[in-house]
C-alpha cells in the first residue's frame, strides 16, 4: 500500500505565507504527477496545482504568481510554496499522486487525508 501524509498547514494571516509537504511512503515504483488540491467549506474540490515527474507544472488561475509546487523525486515528496495568502484560500489540502507499485501495474491515484489552511484577516 501507499500512504501519502501532508503537513505545514496552519493559521496565517492575510499576505503571510505557508509551505505544505507531502510525503509518499510504502510500496512505490515510481511516481507520476503529484498534485495538490483543496476545498472550502461548501464548495468542490479543485485543482490548485500539479507538478509532472519530469517538472513540469501547471496551476489554477486564481494561484498563479503566488503558489509555487515543487518536487524531491529522490524522497517522494512534493512542496507547495504559498505567499501572499487570501482569506479566499482557506481550505483543507489534499496531495493526490499517481503511483505505480510494481513495474508491471498501473498508476493509481493515491489521496492524503488533508491538512487545513486558514487565512484570517
Known amino acids: 500500500q501507499v500512504q501519502l501524509v501532508e503537513s505545514g498547514g496552519g493559521l496565517v494571516q492575510s499576505g503571510g505565507s505557508l509551505r505544505l509537504s507531502c510525503a509518499a511512503s510504502?510500496?512505490?515504483?515510481?511516481?507520476?504527477?503529484m498534485n495538490w488540491y483543496r476545498q472550502a467549506p461548501g464548495k468542490e474540490r479543485e485543482l490548485v496545482a500539479g507538478?509532472?515527474?519530469?517538472?513540469?507544472?501547471n496551476y489554477a488561475d486564481s494561484v498563479k504568481g503566488r503558489f509555487t509546487i515543487s518536487r524531491d523525486n529522490a524522497k517522494n515528496t512534493v512542496f507547495l510554496q504559498m505567499n501572499s495568502l487570501k482569506l479566499e484560500d482557506t481550505a483543507v489540502y489534499y496531495c493526490?499522486?499517481?503511483?505505480?507499485?510494481?513495474?508491471?501495474?498501473?498508476?493509481?491515484?493515491?489521496w492524503g487525508r488533508g491538512t487545513l489552511v486558514t487565512v484570517s484577516s
Open positions: 493526490n499522486a499517481e503511483v505505480a507499485m510494481y513495474t508491471w501495474s498501473k498508476y493509481v491515484g493515491v
Open positions: 507538478i509532472s515527474s519530469d517538472g513540469s507544472t
Open positions: 510504502g510500496r512505490i515504483f515510481k511516481i507520476n504527477a
